[in-house]
């Protein structure tokens, strides 16, 4: 594996590229609390089948690419910036996929961008226009949506750094219970202890309001897979059922019984085989 810095204007992005150089690219966006270590698990199954892995710190992240404003964090941005990757490494066209923010990233980059996107997986957070038009008019996602307010809050980070990150350590140990392992949680509490890094993280939250109106970025119209699990907690059915009415492509649900929302980490042959499910379609496809 080669960690690349990547310099995009202003910022300079940590990026794990390995794999076949001349595989197909997958690019992978992690999301909150986490970072491109999310993808450890993942991503040595898709090198092993022949497939070239990139994956960024997201905005926020790395120290090269750390903005103060909370603008800065604008889904927009995040998107321009895995375009500028995907540029800089001279990839026209990938296989992406995302993980709660990373696949919101990914959901946009589908919607607005197909011509750089070959396929879609998104796991755990569906369609943002499907879960905020659940957030209006569903009792189950709005309950399921009230963490949503306090990681939007301006205290939050000080809130979960205090007494030595005491809250930090509660929220991975309640989240992770049973399927993170002792060196997964602290690879992530380690970061996010960073006060820099949290604000950062938060900042994704309060840029780009989840429980607002909807985003509106239309359609998506690449072959698509949504991955949902059954015991998050975080989104409603009726938000997973609608984000089918917002891809206009081939599109597959995968309802995963008893994997949590740390899919990436808890069931890393069932992430990565739904990846070569859509990598390898694609590829018959083309011929």
Known sequence: ?????ISLGEFTFDVDVAGPADGPAVLLLHGFPHSRESWNEVAPILHEAGLRTIAPDQRGYSDGARPAEVADYALPKLVADALGILDALGVESAHVVGHDWGAAVAWYLGARHPDRVRSLVALAIPHLDAYQHAYRVDEEQQHSSQYVEFLMSADSGAQFLADDAAQLWAWFAQAGEGVLTPEQVSRYVTKHSDPAVLEAALNWYRANNLLGEPFGFGPVTVPTTFVWSVTDTAVSK??????????TGPYRLVTLEKTSHWQPQQAPETVAGEILNLVRAGEVQSR
């Open 1 to 5: 594996m080669t960690v690349e810095r």
């Open 238 to 247: 009726l938000a997973v059922t609608e984000t089918a009415q917002h891809v």
